[in-house]
């Protein structure tokens, strides 16, 4: 598969999970999926969504993700994005506070036969908990 194959696989799923929130593009990637958040192996595309996507969608509903570039090579592609939103759902335990958000992350996705089967991803989770007041500024 060519690096742009793999490029435009990622940019379509991206953007519709993300960017206009389609929740039927989620069932676009495997059931055995394996995703890498912050060092801990997350196995399985159910329990990749409960442990990430379900907390963010909950504790901010109105959550607008932005794919700001894209870069790849071979069967890696990198989306760096940003996200706005306002904390209005509890959030790991952090009950609401109506605070906005702007955070920003970078997530790498794997792609083999045309398929995302395995991703990396990072987001500055301590800017989110210093904004919405979990941590002191």
Do not use: C
Not at 38 to 67: C, H, N, Y
């Amino acid at each position: 598969m060519s690096t742009e194959r793999a490029r435009a696989i990622v940019e379509r799923f991206f953007d519709e999970a993300w960017v206009k929130k389609n929740i039927g593009a989620w069932d676009q990637l495997p059931e055995d999926l394996v995703f890498w958040n912050f060092g801990t192996k997350i196995e399985g595309r159910d329990r990749w969504i409960q442990a990430f996507v379900g907390p963010m969608s909950q504790g901010f509903p109105d959550l607008d993700v932005e794919r700001e570039f894209t870069v790849a090579e071979n069967d890696k592609v990198v989306v760096r994005w940003r996200g706005t939103g306002t904390h209005t759902g509890e959030f790991r335990g952090v009950a609401p506070t109506g605070k906005a958000i702007n955070i920003a992350g970078v997530a790498i996705y794997r792609v083999v036969d045309d398929r995302i089967v395995e991703g990396w991803a990072q987001a500055d989770t301590f800017a989110l908990l210093t904004q919405i007041g979990a941590i002191p500024s």
